[in-house]
């Protein structure tokens, strides 16, 4: 006899890391905000950024707050932490954020997330955000690929790039310093604290 195991997932989900894209970054599913993964592994970027995240009914069952089927913005988060940015095959040493109805996680996506925690709504974060750095306010930058895009031929996608690597670099710099100067640092939290900082400032404006 030949026994056959089909197992059905409850929800297959693909992130797409953006700096330039980033892979083999760690990506994890973080429900309640503590910054620890809330799944028992974790799951890493390909050559081209992505990484898909497959949850089984019962977990999905436990995070769908609300019983639709499927993640909502305010029921978790991805984080992606470290990688190596392919554009420029240098070290990622910092950690992007997104909320859990995202396909793309990126420095924009980290500062939209930080509003969300302020109290903004994700509508209100996406063009508080766009105001701010004049960008489209009819982009959601949460499922908005601009490496992608801009190889589609969309005029919007270049300015959207600018942004996530002036936001990038400013995780870098910050993140290489932090290194440098402390032996004891092992990276990660000062550049997405920068980010913090800057999203607290748009949401007050």
Request: aromatic share 6%.
């Amino acid at each position: 006899y030949t026994l056959y195991i089909i197992l059905k997932s409850g929800a297959e989900i693909e992130i797409t890391a953006v700096d330039g894209y980033l892979s083999n970054a760690t990506v994890i599913f973080d429900a309640d905000g503590d910054g620890i993964s809330d799944l028992n592994r974790k799951f890493y970027t390909d050559s081209n950024g992505r990484a898909k995240i497959i949850l089984s009914q019962s977990e999905l069952q436990t995070f769908d707050l609300n019983g639709n089927g499927k993640l909502d913005p305010d029921e978790g988060k991805f984080v992606v932490i470290g990688g190596i940015d392919t554009s420029t095959g240098t070290r990622f040493s910092g950690k992007l954020i997104a909320d859990a109805n995202a396909s793309v996680i990126s420095p924009l996506t980290t500062m939209i997330s930080k509003m969300m925690d302020l109290g903004a709504t994700k509508e209100e974060a996406v063009t508080g955000l766009a105001l701010a750095l004049e960008l489209d306010s009819s982009i959601d930058f949460t499922n908005y690929d601009p490496i992608q895009k801009a190889f589609e031929g969309d005029n919007r996608a270049a300015t959207v790039m600018m942004a996530n690597l002036r936001m990038a670099n400013l995780v870098n710099q910050a993140e290489g310093l932090l290194l440098a100067l402390s032996a004891d640092y092992e990276g990660y939290e000062v550049g997405s604290a920068i980010l913090g900082e800057i999203a607290k400032s748009l949401t007050a404006q």
